[in-house]
């Protein structure tokens, strides 16, 4: 029913910043917590931002605090996440997920989302 795409990926020098956008299709996802995650070669997909439903509270991994900011823009149906001071460990696929939980509060468990886009890449060289 939700159709989710990720854009703003890309080939970056350490130290820039990148913005990545998720954008919905179809049925709104307003309603609904939002998270980012991200998956390097031949690792496990790890958790990175989540933001409740109305935006009103935001959690990120200790790996990417003070460095990534997850915000959404409910009237357009985009989820967006900035990304300042790249480091070359941050190199992944990120992708941008849907909570099961309508009117939820931050969630950083994969198997809490239900919804998944195809992913972007990012790439961070040293």
């Known amino acids: 029913q939700v159709q989710l795409v990720e854009s703003g990926g890309g080939l970056v020098q350490a130290g820039a910043s990148l913005r990545l956008s998720c954008a919905a299709s179809g049925r709104t996802f307003s309603t609904y917590p939002m998270g980012w995650f991200r998956q390097a070669p031949g690792k496990e997909r790890d958790f990175v931002c989540t933001?409740?439903?109305?935006?009103?509270?935001?959690y990120c991994a200790d790996s990417v605090k003070g460095r990534f900011t997850i915000s959404r823009d409910n009237a357009k149906n985009t989820v967006y996440l900035q990304m300042n001071s790249l480091k070359p460990e941050d190199t992944a696929v990120y992708y941008c997920?849907?909570?099961?939980?309508?009117?939820?509060?931050?969630?950083?468990?994969?198997?809490?989302?239900?919804?998944w886009g195809q992913g972007t890449q990012v790439t961070i060289s040293s």
């Open positions: 933001i409740s439903w109305n935006g009103g509270n935001t």
């Open positions: 997920a849907r909570n099961q939980r309508r009117f939820g509060d931050t969630s950083y468990g994969a198997n809490e989302y239900d919804y």
